[in-house]
């Protein structure tokens, strides 16, 4: 095989080639830093409003969004600050509820602030990867300081139900913040949230910047404090490359998402022809199609991700490769050991092309036979 075929989305995807153009003048010869007054500085800053806006389109163009170096650190602004606003305003409210198959940004952060004196509860979810609604229903109560739940699961691609988890919250009084990494300007967003997490590098922009979205009142204590750049909330130098690049990638999701959809569609039906005698982990029904996580029983993934090296997928979430665990979020699912380690996760989108996956899926079914 003589090239290599990206089939990994999830992870990354690739930088659209308008995003680069776009960057490009600001990394090479518009180089002022943006929190400047002189002329240079404030053409900078100019340019990371406008991305700014960019951004905000997709978010309905309300709200407050602050960048950031990337989602996890969004997460860790949102959960972190929010946890501790709330508790300072009513020292009863210690809970800290989330989903069990939440990405590691949000589930770690939620654990760690045990050692704060927070409660930490990871809701069950069905085989189908979906919260159980009762469990959630019974957890978030007038203990609970916040709730966070994602939007399309990083590994299944399963799309929670998060605007009746959102009324939940409200109910109960908690603020609630939605991990839309793996969603936005791929599915509708939530209609309402406290707190919106994004990610340039998930949306064919650069890697190296992200967003919180905070709605309008909502007010969080800084985590990273100095010269308070960014509207007080996080303090360091803005890259306007960065931003520009994210600013153009955001409103390329909301120019092309008809296009990407019906492209993401089409490949969906083709790989589930391809994969017909592989099980499906998540829910088929409550999902996004760039996502495709599947099972074959006998199956060695990590022996078939090494006699495939020229295709580019996934055995589970690329922030947890390495660690020799398999996926918490199969896992949860209520698959067993050997099941997770028989899955694998495929990717695509915008540039995927039909006989990329066809050619791919030949290559894996075949290794896949010969174990």
Not at 93 to 99: G, Y
Not at 121 to 139: E, S
Not at 199 to 211: C, M
Not at 276 to 297: K, P, V
Request: one cysteine or more.
């Amino acid at each position: 095989m003589g090239r290599s075929i990206y089939l990994d989305y999830q992870a990354t995807t690739p930088l659209a080639p308008e995003v680069f153009e776009a960057m490009t003048p600001w990394l090479r010869d518009q180089f002022a830093n943006p929190h400047s007054a002189h002329r240079p500085g404030r053409m900078a800053a100019a340019a990371v409003e406008v991305a700014r806006g960019q951004v905000l389109e997709l978010l309905g163009g309300r709200g407050r969004l602050v960048f950031t170096s990337g989602a996890t650190e969004a997460i860790n602004m949102g959960l972190v600050g929010g946890a501790r606003m709330m508790r300072a305003r009513d020292a009863g409210r210690t809970k800290i509820v989330t989903i069990d198959t939440e990405h590691a940004a949000v589930r770690d952060t939620v654990l760690a602030l045990e050692s704060e004196g927070f409660e930490p509860v990871l809701l069950p979810v069905g085989p189908d990867g979906l919260v159980d609604a009762d469990a959630a229903r019974a957890a978030i109560d007038s203990r609970t300081a916040l709730v966070a739940a994602m939007l399309v699961n990083n590994e299944i691609g399963v799309i929670q139900p998060v605007g009746t988890i959102y009324e939940m919250a409200e109910a109960a009084g908690a603020l609630f913040l939605c991990d839309a990494v793996q969603g936005y300007g791929r599915v509708p967003l939530p209609p309402i949230a406290d707190m919106v997490t994004l990610s340039g590098h998930k949306i064919y922009g650069p890697k190296g910047v992200g967003a919180l979205w905070l709605r309008e009142g909502l007010e969080l204590p800084p985590l990273i404090h100095g010269g308070g750049q960014e509207q007080g909330m996080r303090s360091g130098t803005l890259s306007p490359a960065l931003c520009v690049g994210f600013g153009i990638a955001g409103a390329m999701m909301r120019e092309r998402f008809e296009a990407d959809a019906v492209h993401v569609g089409a490949l969906w039906d083709r790989a589930m022809a391809l994969f017909s005698g592989w099980t499906i982990n998540g829910s088929t029904a409550n999902r996004y199609h760039g996502n495709l996580n599947i099972r074959r029983e006998g199956l060695d993934a990590a022996r078939l991700m090494s006699e495939c090296r020229d295709i580019a997928f996934s055995l589970g979430s690329a922030c947890a490769s390495g660690s020799g665990r398999s996926s918490h979020v199969l896992r949860a699912l209520g698959l067993s050991e050997k099941a997770a380690r028989s899955s694998i996760r495929l990717g695509f989108g915008r540039y995927t092309t039909m006989d990329e996956l066809e050619e791919a899926a030949a290559l894996m079914i075949a290794a896949a036979a010969r174990q």
